[in-house]
């Protein structure tokens, strides 16, 4: 095959995905299943394990680890009847962070989990946004059918009411006497009949197939259920919203899954349409335009860096999302920012916490390329000069804190290790005035509450400058835009902080929800916006 051939062979196959969910959806345990059925692990329960024991690899490392939680969001990758998977971790419980949305930035789909019981939860709603505003293709999964939860048919109902996203059910639960025993797929016309295994899930569930209009259904499902099924398909085929590919790739119509990734029921009938459905990687917008995957210059673009992977090297893992071309070790890029050339000499790849070198990557695939410093989000590595993606937008903080020094003496030290950290993405800090960077106390923003800790850690353990943090109770911000005075005016009517962000951008900070509301209905002279402009 020509370059060109692998190229596009490549990019067809290649599907990358993050996951959104609130906690305790399921998302570890869908993660694993999905693994298990990509062949990566052969027995669920391995990485979950893995996450308890692990070896902390730095002090940092050591503190999550306490903490039983992970800040690191990894890339797995696994093959999947032809097809490259690339599965990107979204950090959730308390390590959610700024990070879960980068990742989003990364993926070209995601898969939105529910709970049966649930159905849309805060965190969901939060992360959907993120990917409409993006116009990505939004897969839903329905988990945790083997336990009794709301009607199918309400939940549809109301994932749609409540993001205002059409759906349509791809697969269908099929339950026998309040057991659920499997799920019928709409698009290929199977029922897939599952029987649990004796492990709990640890392996694949066994299943049986069959077709709707095979004459044995009605034994193999009992006569009950295969009556209901018959009755609730009927009733989909003629009030629901008609299956199409194309309004899947709008993201305006999101397929969605029955499953139980405890059981592993529904896990692989879904798993086989994403891949079929799910978009491969797609041109992206740039400076120069729309850039083609296909397009045989590589470019990529940083959208996570982890500091201190490993305790012997100050160094930094800068997380690549390859757009176009081939990577392969020793690559000759340009880095946009600074127009420096940098060589890329080896790049790793993750599979859970363990790293190993890799010799080649595509498009949609996330190389880790080692740094000392140099690289922020957002960075665009290309071999063509002058070309740069959009940049990552930063999203609004969730909560907001005076961040003190222990030691007025080390002032320098917490400024500097605040710059390096907002340039990582870790920290988001703020100023009381446009000009006054010194200003004796800056304030920093964090979209989850593990990320003040870790910043604290850092800034007393990397750069000597142990601090504390007074917490501010308003934390619903947005940037606004518009004449100086007018903005000031509308911080001076009710007392509302002002605050702008490390580029000078201004932002008011509202105490609570009702507040926010109350000004975005009143105030037309100036724009809000949740993320910086
Ligand atoms: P998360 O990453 O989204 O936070 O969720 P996680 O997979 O850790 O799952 C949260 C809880 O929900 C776990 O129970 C898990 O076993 C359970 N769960 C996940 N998928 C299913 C499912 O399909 N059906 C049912 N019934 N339960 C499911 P736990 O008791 O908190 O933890 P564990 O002791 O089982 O690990």
Redesign the pocket.
């Known amino acids: 095959m020509t370059t060109d051939a692998t190229l596009a062979a490549a990019i067809e196959t290649r599907r990358t995905f993050a996951i959104i ?11 694993e299943k999905l693994l298990l059925y990509g062949g990566a692990i052969h027995l669920a329960g391995t990485v ?1 394990a893995r996450r308890q024991q692990r070896h902390a690899t730095s002090d940092w490392m050591q503190m999550e680890q306490e903490r039983g939680i992970s800040v690191t969001s990894s890339v797995m990758q696994f093959a999947y009847e032809g097809y490259q998977v690339n599965l990107l971790d979204t950090p ?2 308390e390590d959610f962070s700024e990070d879960t949305y980068r990742v989003l930035i990364a993926a070209d789909s995601a898969v939105m ?1 529910l709970d049966n019981r649930k159905g849309v939860e805060e965190r969901t709603r939060q992360l959907f946004a993120v990917c409409k505003r993006r116009r990505m293709p939004i897969f839903t999964v329905v ?5 009794v939860g709301e009607d199918p048919l309400k939940l549809v109902s109301d994932v749609e009411a409540d993001l205002g996203l059409d759906c349509h059910p791809v697969t269908w639960p099929i339950h026998s006497d309040g057991a659920f025993i499997g799920v019928y797929d709409r698009r290929r016309r199977l029922i897939y009949r599952f029987e649990r295994g004796e492990d709990h899930g640890a392996s694949r569930a066994e299943v049986s197939v069959a077709s709707l209009d095979d004459p044995s259904i009605g034994s193999m499902l009992g006569a009950e259920a295969h009556e209901r099924l018959v009755h609730d398909i009927a009733l989909l085929d003629e009030a629901g919203h008609p299956f199409s590919h194309e309004a899947v790739l709008a993201g305006a119509l999101s397929p969605v899954f029955f ?5 592993n029921f529904g896990v692989e009938p879904f798993l086989r349409e994403f891949v079929e459905l799910a978009p491969p990687p797609t041109a992206r917008e740039s400076s120069m335009g729309l850039v083609d995957p296909a397009d045989p210059g590589f470019s990529g673009f940083v959208f996570k860096i982890q500091a201190n992977m490993d305790p012997k090297h100050r160094d930094r893992v800068a997380f690549v999302r390859v757009c176009s071309g081939r990577f392969q070790p020793g690559l000759q890029v340009t880095h946009m920012r600074t127009g420096k050339p940098m060589k890329l000499s080896s790049a790793q790849q993750f599979l859970a916490r363990e790293r190993s070198a890799i010799d080649e990557a595509w498009p949609g695939d996330v190389i880790g390329v080692m740094d000392r410093g140099t690289l922020r989000i957002g960075d665009t590595l290309a071999e063509q000069p002058g070309l740069e993606y959009s940049g990552i937008p930063r999203f609004a903080p969730e909560h907001f804190a005076r961040i003190v020094a222990a030691d007025p003496l080390k002032r320098k030290q917490l400024d500097a290790g605040l710059r390096q950290l907002t340039e990582e993405g870790a920290a988001q800090v703020f100023y009381t005035s446009g000009t006054d960077t010194l200003s004796p106390t800056p304030i920093v923003g964090a979209v989850g509450q593990l990320q003040f800790d870790v910043m604290l850690h850092r800034l007393e353990h990397e750069y000597g400058a142990p601090c504390r943090l007074e917490r501010i109770t308003a934390r619903y911000p947005r940037w606004v835009v518009g004449p100086m005075d007018e903005i000031e005016r509308i911080a001076r009517d009710r007392g509302r902080m002002l605050l702008f962000d490390a580029k000078g951008h201004p932002l008011l900070l509202f105490e609570d929800a009702w507040g926010l509301r109350w000004v975005l209905e009143r105030e037309s002279s100036v724009t809000f916006h949740e993320v910086a402009p």
């Not at 969910?21 to 993660?31: I, Q, V």
């Not at 499953?259 to 059981?263: E, M, R, Y």
């Open positions: 969910s609130h906690p305790d959806a399921g998302k570890t345990t869908l993660t979950k959730g419980h989990l988990n945790k059918c083997d336990r499953a139980s990734a405890l059981t």
